[in-house]
């Protein structure tokens, strides 16, 4: 899918500034959903923001100021107050201040959600607090993070779901398994997808070719090679009759016609008409945008809010946004103005 192959592209450049969006998403390697990347960014806290400098990562605050100077190998945002870094191949948290409050050894892990972070151990995965203390023991062969009080797991080749406690709701029996969001998950069966809810009760037939997660009432759904738009009762709102088509955010949803990129609303109405190369979705009352090569944000009425002038642009999140210049990276507010130049 070529919005797949996309944030992919940024993945690699970024180096793991967006990681924790797709970490929230899917821990596997196996058939990764990239669909979810941008969504997961209302969860993330930035009272700081991760800078690159010489090679080394560290955290900014909002005047652009070094709070936790440049020392990490990798380093990712703050969740639940903590943030990943990663030393000589290991992964741990620090603290705001910088302080390790679990120091790195573990192999893989991944950002807190609902106090619980997904951690990989002797090639198995299980959750630990945010004490570092093992909450639910490394047992499953793939997991997600848990949304909604429960998390996606696979046992025996199937995926099921599991409570906070460890404990399993609902029975391992699916090919895939997505994040519950507003009380309906995604799930797999055969080779269709379909809903159901926190009870594993069939809410919406399996029988689409690819879902995307319910966001303001509905959620993105592919039959036939185009996608539209259902309810949560599964009724079709907007036919299908997009190449792409995203979450809504912000009362507006990213959606492709042919090799152009505009915005709808929840009624399937075109408000900002497909004239972009590429297209992200509107955060803070901006969303970046690419025309000719080059990244710059519009308001929610598609007017220039800041000129297309970077090579990459990602959403604002705590009022900055990360945009990359000759592949360095650096922050903007929201008049364009750096608060961190650029830098590698």
């Given amino acids: ?129 945010t004490s570092g203390k093992v909450a639910i023991k490394p047992q499953f062969e793939e997991a997600l993070a848990f949304t909604e009080g429960l998390a996606a797991i696979k046992v025996g080749g199937k995926w099921g779901y599991i409570d906070i406690s460890g404990k399993l709701i609902i029975e391992p029996k699916f090919e895939r398994a997505l994040h519950f969001n507003q009380e309906l998950a995604a799930v797999q069966v055969g080779n269709k997808w379909g809903y159901i809810n926190s009870k594993g009760q069939q809410v919406i037939t399996p029988q689409f070719n690819e879902t995307w997660k319910f966001s303001l009432g509905r959620a993105a759904v592919k039959l036939n090679e185009k996608y539209g738009y259902i309810n949560p009762s599964g009724k079709l709102i907007v036919k299908p009759q997009f190449v792409e088509a995203w979450e809504f955010s912000e009362g507006l949803a990213v959606v492709r016609i042919d090799d152009k990129y505009g915005y709808i609303n929840t009624n399937g109405q075109m408000v900002i008409k497909p004239q972009f190369d590429k297209a992200v979705s509107f955060s803070q009352g901006l969303a970046a945008v690419k025309i000719d090569n080059k990244y710059g944000y519009i308001d929610s009425q598609g007017k220039i809010a800041i000129p297309l002038e970077f090579d990459i642009a990602l959403s604002f999140m705590s009022d900055l946004a990360l945009v990359y210049v000759e592949g360095k990276a650096g922050y903007i507010n929201k008049t364009g103005d750096f608060i961190w130049s650029p830098t590698n």
């Fill in 1 to 129: 899918m070529n919005k797949s192959i996309y944030f992919l592209l940024c993945l690699s450049i970024i180096g793991g500034i967006t990681w924790i969006q797709y970490q929230q998403v899917q821990a596997s390697s196996q058939d990764i959903k990239l669909k979810n990347l941008l969504s997961k960014q209302e969860q993330v806290e930035n009272q700081l923001f991760r800078i690159i400098q010489d090679g080394k990562y560290g955290f900014i605050d909002q005047t652009g100021k070094i709070v936790i100077k440049p020392q990490f190998d990798l380093a990712w945002n703050f969740v639940d107050g903590l943030a990943q870094i990663k030393i000589d191949d290991q992964y741990g948290y620090i603290d705001q201040t910088g302080k390790p409050v679990i120091p790195p050894q573990f192999r893989l892990s991944y950002a807190f959600s609902d106090k619980l972070a997904l951690v990989l151990v002797d090639y198995k995965y299980g959750y630990i607090d």
